[in-house]
């Protein structure tokens, strides 16, 4: 009984011993062979990595301008469309930008139709111009203004009349000088616009690029003045006649 558990321990050392010598001496005989492999795998990866930065720097105007025309969003099928590769390498890049940009992104069913959200600071402004509020005036009683139409006008001297004749005509150069104060830059930002014109904020940004978007502003301006937008610096500029 002795002899037979002193020569178990010892096979089963062997069982380990055996594996474990095998593996050092293939690492001996072939360390030189396995340090080449992995500098190939290295230098591969860096390969691809550059090429990948490479393409993403040509494939990077096609997405901004996507962003300018969609407001933000995006998807993988557009991206792939405009730059004519797979939606496979088009959902890779717009991850590898969702990841730096830490843009929204909206998951479905379908990989193809998720959406990407991208906010800067001309999209955030036209947001937050759409969603201006316009004070009101403050409600007034029934009975106050029905006693308002029923009361009797005020006597009116011609004196006074005629004063107020004077007053009420503006004079050329003061229906110029609001719109000078404003033109300070040259220009009117969205809200400015909306006020000159008396519309909601969130009207012009809809109108802004109609075809009949300077004739409507010349129906609607004080001034009779044609206004036009530029999507460049995202402003509103006067038309010469």
Not at 155 to 172: D, K, N, Y
Request: hydrophobic share 40%; aromatic share 10%.
């Amino acid at each position: 009984m002795s002899e037979k558990t002193i020569e178990s321990p010892g096979k089963s050392f062997l069982v380990l011993i055996l594996p474990i010598s095998f593996l050092i001496v293939f690492l001996v005989n072939t360390w030189k062979v396995l340090l080449v492999i992995l500098g190939l795998l290295m230098v591969f990866n860096l390969w691809q990595q550059s090429r990948w930065e490479k393409w993403c720097n040509q494939v990077n105007p096609l997405f901004y301008e996507l962003i300018e025309e969609n407001h933000g969003k995006i998807r993988p099928m557009d991206l792939a469309i405009k730059g004519n590769f797979s939606g496979q390498v088009a959902k890779r890049y717009l991850d590898s930008k969702a990841k730096e940009f830490g843009a929204s992104v909206l998951d479905s069913e379908n990989e193809e139709d998720q959406s990407y959200y991208f906010i800067n600071a001309s999209i955030l402004g036209d947001i937050l111009d759409s969603s201006e509020l316009v004070e009101k005036l403050p409600a007034q009683p029934v009975t106050k203004i029905a006693r308002s139409f029923l009361a009797p006008p005020p006597p009116i001297s011609l004196e006074g009349e005629a004063q107020s004749e004077s007053l009420s005509v503006p004079t050329h150069e003061e229906v110029r000088k609001p719109l000078e104060e404003q033109l300070v830059f040259g220009s009117l930002i969205q809200s400015e616009l909306a006020k000159r014109l008396n519309v909601y904020s969130s009207t012009v940004y809809k109108r802004r690029n109609d075809p009949d978007f300077a004739q409507w502003c010349r129906s609607r301006d004080p001034d009779g003045i044609a206004w036009s937008y530029s999507r460049k610096s995202k402003e509103f500029f006067p038309m010469e006649e």
